[in-house]
């Protein structure tokens, strides 16, 4: 006959079925980390929209000044974009500040994109008291309006987005 001994080796059900749940957990953990929502792109794209449509508003409330014109609008170069008013978008004493969360607003007004995390296409916008879209304006009869959509690009990493403004009507869906 064979003796029985009280040490028995192996592992009992409940401590298999808690190292299955607790590895799951950290699979789960780790699944969670690696994908990536792509979540600056989608805020930093839903953002600026919001804030073409604000500077089109902005140009559609304001009443014309004595030449018949106000111009709103948006540019964006050096890593940061800016609302303006008037026809100079590269005068800072035209820049108007974007309403925004204030940790991306810097000093002088502008909307810094590498605290959004974000990249944007340059480019440059005007708004006339109508919504009407303008790649150039000058006060003068050499206003260009938009002639083809304006496609703006915002990425981050390898994935982007693209927003639209739509000549004639500044729609942007």
Known sequence: MRKTSKKEYGFTLIEII????????????AVSRSINLNAEVYTGTDSLKNHLRYAQTMAMNHNPDASG?????????????????????????????????????????????????????????????????????????????????????????SSSKNITVTPVTGFIP
């Open 18 to 29: 808690a190292i299955l749940v607790i590895l799951g957990i950290l699979v789960a953990v």
């Open 69 to 157: 014109d106000i111009i709103w609008g948006v540019k964006s170069a050096n890593g940061k974009y800016w609302l303006f008013y008037g026809a100079n978008p590269d005068n800072a004493s035209n820049y108007i500040r974007l309403p925004d969360d204030e940790q991306y607003i810097d000093n002088d007004r502008t909307i810094n994109l590498s605290r959004k995390k974000i990249a944007v296409t340059p480019f440059t916008v005007f708004f006339d008291n109508y919504g009407i879209p303008y790649s150039a304006y000058s006060n003068s009869t050499t206003n260009t309006k938009l002639s083809a959509s304006l496609i703006i690009t915002v990425s981050s990493g």
